[in-house]
């Protein structure tokens, strides 16, 4: 039985990457005792597919993987198992039941939208900055390209983003984002809020901001972006 | 959950942020302001290798299970933080609640090697507790040592208030019911530390004072005041039905040293290798019942959902129910899809058959631990492998799809010649000879033989404590020595051979066997910024050379000396039950390359059975009644 699940990264969490929080999933199944599958062969490892990998600092409340089970309590007792065996910042949200020919979500996620908070590290100056920030994120889509210096291990240069930002506007004191996700291709938020700072006239600095994901999407049929919770139906 | 010590600036700056932030899963979350007696465990070695540390696991479980106490813990700062800690005058903190260690009441630390003896420095100093013992006062935790180098706490005495001596799972209540008592009746530090000193195991070595003669042996040892004990006889469990051991240890989030299940099977070895140490001061032999550890074995790996168990012990071959337990984890838990990480056994028809079923024979190698080259030396050490017995061993597991040995070895034994150490790459070379006896078509490929000798470093309660080491110069040559003799074997082209660095072993070996006087060594080295030792690329040699100079001491007086059976040695204030007469007649045996048989075959009266049980007292097949430990 394929299910889709759903989790929430928080507190100290962030500063967990991504393999371990893969291990950290393995060993919570074995403690709450559910019935995984395995792989076969000599070195069998749980069947399990994490979706979009989170950077490290970035906290989610929308964070997914997929697995394989040979057999699954009723909803209410999975959620209930698994979460015993949560620390403090994990937390399971919810579980789908995947058809047997489910893509998984790996190679299915299309994006993710964040929210940016500027955290008060006791620099003067927090509120005009914020302020500025707050107004370039309601004018940055206006422009047609949107510039900035993007560096890889093979090759550093300008990049246009323009088209990975699907929306992005102020929300209250934080800045909302929906940027592409996935394998095709992949926007950090980070390079987003640098060129926020670049149409606000301010020093870039990451350290200054709190980035956390809200959840992640693929695209329906009608190719509109629903969460990745949509390809799977409810465990009884 | 308690705010980070660490902005969040500092913990993306630095490497492995996890190392700093806690909340793993199975750690232990109580309120502060409910207990009386606040405990910090450290491990002063990096994250990864304290949390892999079984003794810490266990005492953390034993104190944590008191309603009146909490216990918590703290690791070294890899060098990264600790220059972001002293720039910015960040106190060093613990895990759990992310609290300023000065203001536990305890801090506990687990000495495991020599060479972490600067990072205590580091966790007093970032702490901001003084340095020196001498110069705290009750703001400050009561600060204990304890784990094996505590059998020789001389050359650190000036940094510690309390050494408790043995093991860990005796005296806690004890200690912390003065401590309770001491602080209601608002006792000074120096009548707290008196108290304790009353308790069986604690040695306080301020309420100690050592003189020495002209040419610098230790000439008294006494206490200084009355009551206080003159000897210390050593703290273990007798009966570990009667001990915690943990059902849910800690489980890090990143990856450590050692990411399993351990299972502790027996504590003490029967086999009184004359070289080691923890053959020694673990006497009597202890073996934990079989049912309990099969039992434990599901509970902790339930609690943890860790995917691999392995057994601890000194020697795992000499487990009664050995065959019974792995059987059973085999059987039974190995459905469950466990993998077994087999600790290393003797070489024979069941260990192979585990081992083919758990592990690739192809990918794994087997071990030999003969640790000298010709049968001289090997009974001079006490240790009982033959080459009749490796050779056995390896064409059995030949016969079975090996081909890569790894073998262990040491040079710079006591009466070591240079024909000992080239029975290093002979005994190898017979190995690969003996391989390529099996028909072609029967073997798999080429045969790959590691050897790797460590330089010998003398310890305490060891009938070595008398023998000079050897200089590292001499060492050096004869390990450059060994390796071109392996380059001329017929089958040198099969075999690799490695040798330890001297410098970090002469060290050791100074440590291993100091006095007090050494603590202003350690202080001035850590002052010019010796730290991490243990690890190669912070060891600096030099700095080490100059802190000796300036104190005006001569590493050579503590290694390279023989010493006579008469002098005090400065660990001779502590009883480990085995007396130093046994262990005198021991280097005498050693000496006459005369082997003393092991503890189940007869009992050589080495004196650990005052403790009243173990091995002392267990029936052998030749007798009507138990040992009589004489």
Known sequence: ?236 | MAALALSDEILMAVEKPARYIGNEVNMVIKDPDSVSVRFCMCFPDVYEIGMSHLGIQILYDLINKREDAYCERVYSPWPDLDRIMREQGIPLFSLETQTPVREFDFLGITLQYEMCYTNVLQVLELSGIPIWSGERSLEDPIVIGGGPCSYNPEPIAAFFDVFYIGEGETRYAELFEVYQKAKKEGLSREELLFHISQIPGMYVPSLYVASYLPDGRLASFTPVREGVPERIRKEIVIDFDKVPYPEKPLVPHIHVTQDRVTLEIMRGCIRGCRFCQAGMIYRPTRQKNVNMMKEYARKMLSGTGHEEITLSSLSSSDYGCLKELITFMMDELGKEHINISLPSLRIDAFSLDVMSRVQDVRKSSLTFAPEAGTQRMRDVINKGLTEEIILNGAMQAFRGGWNKVKFYFMLGLPTETLEDAEGIPKLCETVASAYYTIPKEERAGKVAITASASFFVPKPFTPFQWAPMLEPEIYRERARHVKDTFRKQLHGKSMKFNYHETDVSALEGVFARGDRRLSAVIYDAYKSGCMFDAWTEYFDNGKWLAAFEKNGLSMSFYTTRERSTDELLPWDFIDIGVTKRFLAAEWERAKQAVVTPNCREACSGCGAAIFGGGVCFERRPSEKNGGDGK
């Open chain 1, 1 to 236: 039985m394929k299910v889709r699940i759903k989790y929430q990264k928080a507190g100290s969490f962030k500063l967990i990457g991504h393999l371990d929080t893969m291990r950290y999933y393995q060993k919570a199944v074995r403690r709450a005792g559910l019935d995984i599958a395995y792989s076969q062969g000599f070195s069998p490892h749980q069947l399990m597919t994490f979706a979009a990998p989170l950077a490290l600092g970035v906290t989610s409340e929308g964070e997914y993987f997929d697995a394989e089970f040979h057999s699954l309590p009723c909803r209410e007792e999975f959620l209930r198992r698994i979460n015993a065996q949560m620390v403090e910042g994990m937390e399971v949200k919810d579980i789908v039941l995947l058809g047997e020919h489910a893509k998984n979500s790996m190679s299915i996620v299309a994006a993710s939208d964040y929210l940016i908070t500027l955290k008060d590290r006791g620099i003067p100056g927090l509120e005009d900055r914020r302020e500025k920030l707050l107004a370039a994120a309601g004018t940055l889509l206006e422009k047609d390209t949107i510039e900035v210096m993007k560096k890889t291990k093979h090759k550093e240069g300008v990049e246009n983003i323009r088209d990975g930002i699907y929306k992005l506007y102020r929300q209250e004191q934080m800045i909302y984002m929906l940027l592409a996700t996935g394998s095709a291709y992949n926007l950090k938020p980070e390079l987003v809020v640098e060129a926020l700072c670049g149409e606000a006239g301010c020093a870039y600095d990451v350290h200054d901001y709190q980035v956390h994901r809200l959840e992640t999407y693929m695209r329906n049929e009608e190719g509109s972006l629903v969460s990745l919770l949509e390809s799977g139906t409810r465990l009884p």
